[in-house]
């Protein structure tokens, strides 16, 4: 996932190319899954037996909406990442990640994908003391990216997070609760904890915003 050493410059050029493609696919990847709704049932023993059937099947469903809200986290952290890059002279400044996250802020599914990864975030943080696992802990990383892109690049986005999370910052999301959670035997702990002390401090600013 480190490719800060290793990404080519062809990749700015693909997508400098193929950037109405490129749109498309982030609108997509930031927005909701739609849910088909389940036909009526009037039988009364139907229904019992189907309330059964639609319980486990929302159960289900949940667990693929959030299989699915980390896979499109991963894949815009991949985004995000090639887009910083441009700022480091690998390729066009106009493919700089803060002309990325100015598109990513006027598209209105954003704000429920951010507040996903906040929840998701806190529940990894404390539903339990259970250590992460490798790619858990990948993906806490990754999460903690796409919101410290928020909070540099868009002003939107940072006073949407700081108004309505800093609460779950204060009580949830916090140094002590990484620490018992990721293991220091990890390579991506490091790398995460110096991530995540930036996080908090981006939280408690107010005028950081470069755009």
Partial sequence: MFRETETESSRLNTLAAKKGTLFNLLVILISKPQIPKSCPVFDIQLVADSTLVEMSFDAELQKLILEYTDRATALLYEILL??????LGLGSTKFAISWMMSFL????????????????????????????????????????????????YSKTLAEYIRSDYRE????????PALEKRLPLCYP?????????????KLIEQKQCVKC
Wanted: charged share 10%.
């Fill in 82 to 87: 090639v887009f910083q890059q441009g700022n």
């Fill in 105 to 152: 802020q006027s598209c209105p599914p954003i704000i429920t994908f951010v507040a996903s990864i906040v929840k998701r975030v806190v529940k990894g943080l404390s539903a339990s003391f259970q250590l992460l696992s490798p790619g858990q802990a990948v993906l806490l990383y990754q999460q903690f990216f796409i919101l410290k892109s928020c909070l540099l």
């Fill in 168 to 175: 779950e910052f204060r009580y949830f999301i916090h140094m």
């Fill in 188 to 200: 991506i702990t490091q790398p995460t904890t110096r991530l995540f002390h930036e996080v908090l």
